[in-house]
């Protein structure tokens, strides 16, 4: 699939460093080939140049005019529904999980803990059962049991077939005819 994420006029990032980490803005112009004017009017973050190794591009882009005020960015933000349209994406998921994990306190990073052993417990105890289903069947290992559906067979030739089925010798071919010159 080709690469679709330019940096682009209405390109919506993400701060990835700074005062406004975590926050969405629009690219509103590109400066030059390190930086670029932003603006985040729903976000809280005012027009400012950024570099653009500093923000996460996001699939989305709204569409406003080149170099845009900042409420004309606005509209077009609102109209475009940004936040909905990112609350609903993985990127956002995965962020509020790990805040969530960062701000955890002793107890909940304990409940945590049994909570996944708990978890494990119930993973290894389906995993064993089905093995074992699996090995008594023989169809993990061996050949399995009457009842059971067969493996694949296996063509191994053994030296007796090979002694019966002698090849015949293929006749000569006759050597073509030199060609006639005119």
């Given amino acids: 699939m080709p690469f679709t994420r330019f940096v682009e006029t209405g390109r919506v990032a993400k701060c990835a460093v700074g005062k406004y980490k975590g926050r969405l803005v629009c690219i509103v112009n590109v400066i030059d080939q390190n930086r670029v004017l932003i603006d985040g009017p729903t976000s809280g973050v005012p027009r400012q140049q950024y570099a653009v190794n500093h923000l996460h591009l996001t699939k989305f882009r709204v569409r406003f005019p080149h170099t845009a005020r900042t409420r004309i960015v606005r509209d077009a933000l609102e109209k475009f529904d940004l936040k909905k349209k990112f609350e609903e994406t993985r990127w956002n998921e995965r962020s509020v999980a790990k805040g969530r994990r960062f701000n955890m306190n002793d107890f909940e ?8 052993r ?65």
């Fill in 118 to 182: 708990e978890r494990n417990r119930i993973v290894s105890a389906q995993y064993k059962k089905l093995k074992k289903e699996v090995v008594s069947n023989g169809m993990l290992f061996g050949k399995p049991r009457k009842g059971t559906k067969p493996l694949p067979s296996k063509r191994v030739k053994k030296p007796e077939d090979a002694k019966k089925k002698k090849k015949k010798p293929r006749p000569a071919k006759k050597a073509a005819a030199p060609a006639k010159k005119k």
């Fill in 109 to 116: 990073r304990f409940k945590l803990r049994l909570a996944r």
